[in-house]
């Protein structure tokens, strides 16, 4: 990774570098070329005011030129030139040109031109230093070069610590996975800065172990819970059923008395399983189904069926007329009759009250169902909708498992609903659903 990054700040670089030297050699070129081109015009124009050599030769040394003039013959008539003669080719006379040489060392720019001076033609080469161009060499490029080669020693040694920083929480990351899956769920990563990219990452992968831990206890729980609920009535059976074989078929009494504890047991029995087998089923049935229920209509039927099966129950029905929620049928009356047989399960007066009600808030639509039971004290109304959790745990109340209200927030929750309950110890509860 360091040398990846390293490689690619160093090719951008060069890149930029190149890119630069060579617009600006483009420049240097064009400037240098028109800069001669003035300069001979320039000389051209005093040397034809002049007229002896001797005053040429001053013209040319105050413009800081070299210059060689040929006459026609090819014989030359001035030469200032500070290096020897020689290195003038001869193919340079009769050319109109203009050279840029380039070189590390020294630039120069050469022209050669056939001019007119009183009426005779002359051959003329005019050599310049390029001093910009030397000028860059000498004191940019060594600048350049120095700032590459430090940016390139920060650009390595900066992608090497930041590699060896990235590869250190990764491996935090992938020894803690390791560790979980050898042994188990229990590993978590240590948070040093919340608020750092990784730790962010770390914070999510420990949210995750945690509700994966929840839900494998939540399932381990559950299966406790089950097979010692499961376990009771069977023991329970199975006593009875041995009773009956050493002394129930000689003594009908003890015949009778068995034979109804067995028959309730399996009635316990059926109930639990078909409770378990409710729990399991609410999140795989569809919310697809659901239609438009009209809340007084529904409510209506369902207290006719309960007011047959529990004729001492007093039913107080305050229903709005027009209210609907849209759930599906099957849900909603499974719904109420876990609600209205709790309302009559826990109730210790002769004859139950149970106010049902349906009323609008600016946010939901209320069912309440109001009960004068045993009630439920404070600390425990936040429990009694976890599974298998029962206020009182003797078999007091037959039928009960704990798994009821677990079942009606399974539902509920499929319907983005809520449920509020209220409740005092000795005065009587009430469930609200809240349908936003
Ligand atoms: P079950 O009725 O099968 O025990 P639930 O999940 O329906 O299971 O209820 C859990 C517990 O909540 C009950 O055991 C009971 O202690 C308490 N409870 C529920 N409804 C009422 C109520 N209307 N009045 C008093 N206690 C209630």
Redesign the pocket.
Known sequence: MSLISFTSILLVSLVILTTQFIVFRDWVIDFEEEDIKSRATQLEILLNNENNFDSYNKIINSMDLEVVIYDENKNIVLNNLEDNINYIKEDLINKNEIKVDFNLEDSYVYLTKTINIDDKNYHIFIQKESEAYNDFFENMMPIYMSILIIGAIISLLAGMYISKQFMNRLNKLSKTMIDVKEKGLKSRIEIKNPKDEFDKINIIFNEMMDSLQQSFDTQNQFVQDASHELRTPLTILKGHLKMLDRWGKNDPSQLDKSLKISIDEVDRLTKLVN?LLELGKVEKDSIIDSQNINLNEDLHDIINDFKMINPKVNYKLELDKDLYICMNPKHFKQLMI??L???I???DKPSPNISISTYKTNNSINIS?K?N????PKA?IPK??E?F????KSRK?N??????????VQILRLYDCELEIR?EVGV??E?IIKYA
């Open positions: 409770d876990i609600f047989d709790n309302a399960k826990y109730c169902i009960d039971g045993v009630g439920i425990e009694i909708t599974k959790y029962r206020v009182d109340y039928n009960s498992f704990g798994i009821g209200l677990s079942i009606a409740s009587g509860s469930f």
